[in-house]
């Protein structure tokens, strides 16, 4: 994260952002295929760490990541195999919606995880201060269905909705959003626009 100050002078906290370029490996059609999807590649690696069916579905190029969206009927004909999308079609201004991974945090507690408040540190107990207390037995001899507990915490996918482009760097293929993205440095994510 940065911040950028506007033309009025006000600061606004952003997220820098590479965007693309991404290329169409291959356009899948509701006649041939059974549905409407396009496909993309981004990044590279070396040829070696690839096998060759893999090799053959992105048309011979080394791409490391391989996505697929679907697609509205109409759109399937503006898109070709071979073109490539990078951040400028995308203006200041517009409305995006970012989806990644989020950071991962491991094994956690319950204070952490769902925001307990634990135990008091007096009457009588000692060490049950960051600890979940009851779940729920008494005459049920079971643990109900989605008690919150001490587990993994982090690693889902997250999607942020209505965040504002501050600033597009068409040359360096570069975006400055207004605002915190899920994930950390290196995550790729989903942009869509609104």
Known sequence: MSEYFTEEGVVVPVT?????????????????????????GFGSQKPQRLSKPQIGQMKGGNYKILKEFRLKPSDVSESKEGDTLDASIFATGDKVQISGISKGKGF??????????????????????????????GLRT?????????????????????????????????????????????????????
Not at 110 to 127: A, D, I
């Open 108 to 137: 956690q507690g319950v204070v952490k995880r769902h925001g307990f408040h634990g135990g008091p540190r007096t009457h009588g107990q000692k060490h049950s201060e960051r600890e979940a207390g009851s779940i729920g037995g």
């Open 142 to 194: 079971h643990v109900p269905k989605g008690m919150r507990m001490a587990g993994r915490m982090g690693s889902d996918k997250i999607t942020q909705k209505n965040l504002k482009v501050i600033l597009v760097d068409k040359e360096n293929n570069l975006m400055l959003i207004k605002g915190a993205i899920p994930g950390r440095r290196g995550t790729l994510l989903e942009i869509i626009k609104r």
């Open 16 to 40: 820098v952002i590479s965007a693309g370029p991404v290329t169409v490996t291959r356009v899948f059609e509701k006649s041939k295929d059974g549905y409407n999807s396009v496909q993309i």
